[in-house]
């Protein structure tokens, strides 16, 4: 992960248009190629960001006084354009493989439920694999709807963006497998925040509530499928 704190404005350039005058700000790049600026608020969300896949152009100050220039680009023509005015520090570390997130005992039961029960999503719906690996980390639940389509399912107790992003990460990595393309998406969660689902919708994601208690045949079992 490579850590640069810079003065710099940044420009987005892509379905719509934003942009953020110069200020301080921390820019993450990681090995997985996305690149975040973020400000000392927000928590952990950044200003903005681009995902993966994508590249970064590094243009070097001009001699004659012009700032230095990154050029972040994705495959859909998207543009970050940071222009860097002074560099605070840059540097660089290798953090190695994570071992990933380790699910709350809700999210794990979520998940053998939903696997050992898949006609619940739909009439048909057949289980490949939990833990569905890929290079970035395991799809929760991989499966095929009643036309025989790839699913991929991703569970959270509670929805939100991170979750549509990781799921949206999964996608581009399936679906360049033959084998398994095309491949749709189903974000399922107990709660699903409003953003979130408005990002999903965008994506062609598939959003479905769970309950927790129809899954464990306390309640009816029917799930909302939107």
């Known amino acids: 992960m490579r850590l640069v704190i810079a003065r710099c404005s940044v420009d987005y350039a892509g379905r719509l248009t934003a942009h953020l005058p110069s200020a301080p700000r921390l820019i993450l790049v990681k090995a997985d190629g996305s690149v975040s600026i973020h400000a000392d608020d927000r928590a952990y969300k950044p200003l903005n960001w681009m995902s993966p896949p994508c590249t970064l152009k590094e243009e070097a100050a001009d001699p004659d006084g012009g700032d230095a220039v990154w050029t972040v680009e994705n495959k859909g023509g998207e543009k970050l354009i940071i222009t860097m005015e002074e560099v605070l520090h840059d540097s660089s570390h290798e953090l190695g493989t994570d071992p990933g997130l380790i699910k709350d005992g809700v999210e ?71 084998h398994l393309a095309p491949v749709k998406g189903v974000f399922a969660a107990q709660e699903i925040k409003p953003q979130a689902r408005v990002l999903a919708t965008d994506r062609a994601i598939s959003c479905v509530t769970l309950d927790y208690n129809a899954l464990r045949g306390i309640e009816d079992d029917k799930l909302r499928l939107f």
Do not use: C, F
């Open 108 to 178: 794990a039961h979520l998940q053998e439920l939903l696997a050992d029960r898949m006609e619940t999503l739909g009439e048909g719906w057949t289980l490949i694999r939990r833990e569905y690996p890929t290079a970035i980390g395991p799809v929760d639940i991989l499966g095929r709807d009643s036309d025989g389509t790839t699913i991929a399912i991703e569970i959270k107790r509670r929805g939100e963006i991170d979750g549509v992003e990781q799921l949206t990460r999964y996608l581009e990595l399936l679906n360049r497998d033959p």
